[in-house]
């Protein structure tokens, strides 16, 4: 499956961005799919995902109560609604997808995005 992210930008402290992934090539519903991100020298961190039907999710506690995963599987495209967004947020965010129960572990993960910077400051 491709996946092509999109939506990040300029954001102050305190705002919302929403990202998007939009999947191509196979079955989006046969993908659990998840949001990484990376911080300037820091390693790709887990951020959110959810299963095939949106019934299984899990976040970082880093976002919880801030950050919702959704997906639309008619459009083939699962969201990052990021809300009270913190300077600590700024990454470059991936989406990826893998086939089978959701993990947190970016090495389950077979197919990702090209990712999206997502800058918070003042």
């Known amino acids: 499956v491709q996946l092509q992210a999109s939506g990040g930008g300029l954001v102050q402290p305190g705002g919302s961005l929403t990202l998007s992934c939009t999947a191509s090539?196979?079955?989006?519903?046969?993908?659990?799919m998840g949001w990484f991100r990376q911080a300037p020298g820091k390693e790709r961190e887990f951020v959110a995902v959810?299963?095939?039907?949106?019934?299984?999710?899990d976040y970082a506690d880093s976002v919880k109560g801030r950050f919702t995963i959704s997906r639309d599987n008619a459009k083939n495209t699962v969201y990052l609604q990021m809300n009270t967004l913190r300077p600590e947020d700024t990454a470059v965010y991936y989406c990826?997808?893998?086939?089978?129960?959701?993990?947190?572990?970016?090495?389950?993960?077979?197919?990702w995005g090209q990712g999206t910077l997502v800058t918070v400051s003042s």
């Open positions: 990826a997808a893998e086939v089978g129960p959701i993990t947190t572990r970016a090495d389950r993960f077979g197919s």
């Open positions: 090539g196979r079955v989006f519903t046969s993908y659990s």
């Open positions: 959810m299963n095939w039907n949106g019934h299984q999710k």
